[in-house]
T-cell receptor
Framework: GQNIDQPTEMTATEGAIVQINCTYQTSGFNGLFWYQQHAGEAPTFLSYNVLDGLEEKGRFSSFLSRSKGYSYLLLKELQMKDSASYLCAVTISGGSYIPTFGRGTSLIVHP | EAQVTQNPRYLITVTGKKLTVTCSQNMNHEYMSWYRQDPGLGLRQIYYSMNVEVTDKGDVPEGYKVSRKEKRNFPLILESPSPNQTSLYFC???????????FGPGTRLTVT
């Protein structure tokens, strides 16, 4: 089976930086997704990491350490619209590559 | 426009009354899947399909059926809905060799 852990809720201030962590335990790990989901809406893709290291995409960056089973999503220059749930999901090799999701982290950005 | 559509978007029904939630994608994707999302539990996979006539169970398949007779459609069938199937349902699709899943807008189902 797969075990994916991320904090349930985080709060941060507009303009600040926040790091959302995700740890996973799974055999046959292939890659790790981050999705953003606003309340009542569909998840939208943010990033997919397969190799170790940091990938930057505008205000959002995602980091992966395969040896530690650890990833984080870094959000810079926070805006009110970044208030959402952030979902960590993993795929395994040799299967459908359809991701299995963690429970998500609800981020609240306040003025 | 490339998209995944689901119908209906909202449904209130009664226990035991069979229902079908449709899912359709126009991107010629091979992979399709269904998830349910419940507070505190995140997105949990119900069923997935790797191509026409190829389906497999996900993590929470009990009480659900699916079919994949055509590449574009992947309906979710609840033969005898129960209140514990009240949830927000998402369909998603992905092409071979791609990693990004595209999600439908969701179907909010209430079973009384």
């Amino acid at each position: 089976g797969q075990n994916i852990d991320q904090p349930t809720e985080m709060t941060a201030t507009e303009g600040a930086i926040v790091q959302i962590n995700c740890t996973y335990q799974t055999s046959g790990f292939n890659g790790l997704f981050w999705y953003q989901q606003h309340a009542g809406e569909a998840p939208t893709f943010l990033s997919y990491n397969v190799l170790d290291g940091l990938e930057e995409k505008g205000r959002f960056s995602s980091f992966l350490s395969r040896s530690k089973g650890y990833s984080y999503l870094l959000l810079k220059e926070l805006q009110m619209k970044d208030s959402a749930s952030y979902l960590c999901a993993v795929t395994i090799s040799g299967g459908s590559y359809i991701p299995t999701f963690g429970r998500g982290t609800s981020l609240i950005v306040h003025p | 426009e490339a998209q995944v559509t689901q119908n209906p978007r909202y449904l209130i029904t009664v226990t035991g009354k069979k229902l079908t939630v449709t899912c359709s994608q126009n991107m010629n994707h091979e992979y399709m899947s269904w998830y349910r999302q419940d507070p505190g539990l995140g997105l949990r996979q119900i069923y997935y399909s790797m191509n026409v006539e190829v389906t497999d169970k996900g993590d929470v398949p009990e009480g659900y059926k699916v079919s994949r007779k055509e590449k574009r459609n992947f309906p979710l069938i609840l033969e005898s809905p129960s209140p514990n199937q009240t949830s927000l349902y998402f369909c998603a699709s992905r092409g071979t060799g791609e990693y990004e899943q595209y999600f439908g807008p969701g179907t909010r189902l209430t079973v009384t």
